[in-house]
């Protein structure tokens, strides 16, 4: 059981480059997340989905895209990569009957 | 308005003490739910305790407990016997409005970072 994994753990990205970063998870959790966490801050939700075929926008959902066709994957995309996405980002699902978000490892990304 | 407010920045422990993290948090919903989240230097996000709005005890979870006081709107965790490994930025969410409706989203102060000396 490996819970929430991510990939890459670290990328550099050039100003206006495309990436799409993975989640996934084996725990058949239907609630899944996006967040970022800029240096010296809290985390801010990006994109949530329900289930497979249902995402929505969070707090900062700008610049993003996500899709959601399995229960265990939720790719996020970032697409013209700005200086301004420069974060961590961390996906999680959710265990609906104890209200918990797990939460992956993380990606370092770098926009220069 | 800030929704979760973590005041203390920094905070110093000695080992073996207890210490206390603060949290106040703004929501005029009366179903809601508090959580404490962990974050070590190598960065991943640990959860450690949950508090729902209306849970009538505090939560404690070893040797971590959440002083909930509903009427100040508060939520601090306290950590017992602090460990060298407790360590760490310490990160206060809110889940506001009931767990279906709301779909479970969170929403994070800016942290406080724990530092527990020998």
């Known amino acids: 059981n490996a819970g929430v994994t991510q990939t890459p753990k670290f990328r550099i990205l050039k100003i206006g480059q495309s990436m799409t970063l993975q989640c996934t998870q084996d725990?058949?959790?239907?609630?899944m997340y996006w967040y970022r966490q800029d240096p010296g801050m809290g985390l801010k939700l990006i994109y949530y989905?329900?289930?497979?075929?249902?995402?929505d926008k969070g707090e900062v959902p700008n610049g993003y895209n996500v899709s959601r066709s399995t229960t265990e994957d939720f790719p996020l995309r970032l697409e013209l990569a700005a200086p301004s996405q420069t974060s961590v980002y961390f996906c999680?699902?959710?265990?609906?009957?104890?209200?918990?978000?797990?939460f992956g490892p993380g990606t370092r990304l770098t926009v220069l | 308005a800030q929704k979760i407010t973590q005041t203390q920045p920094g905070m110093f422990v000695q080992e073996k003490e207890a210490v206390t993290l603060d949290c106040t948090y703004d929501?005029?919903?009366?179903?809601?739910?508090l959580f404490w989240y962990k974050q070590p230097s190598s960065g991943e996000m640990i959860f450690l305790i949950y508090?729902?709005?209306?849970?009538?005890q505090n939560a404690t979870e070893g040797r971590y407990s959440l002083n909930f006081q509903k009427a100040r709107k508060s939520a601090n965790l306290v950590i017992s016997a602090s460990q060298l490994g407790d360590s760490a930025m310490y990160f206060c969410?809110?889940?506001?409005?009931?767990?279906?409706?709301?779909?479970?989203?969170?929403?994070f102060g800016q942290g406080t970072i724990l530092t527990v000396h020998p």
């Open positions: 725990m058949n959790h239907n609630y």
């Open positions: 969410a809110m889940r506001e409005g009931a767990g279906g409706t709301s779909y479970g989203k969170l929403t």
């Open positions: 989905s329900v289930g497979a075929g249902i995402t």
């Open positions: 508090q729902g709005s209306y849970d009538q």
């Open positions: 929501t005029s919903d009366p179903s809601y739910g």
């Open positions: 999680a699902s959710r265990r609906t009957s104890t209200d918990t978000q797990y």
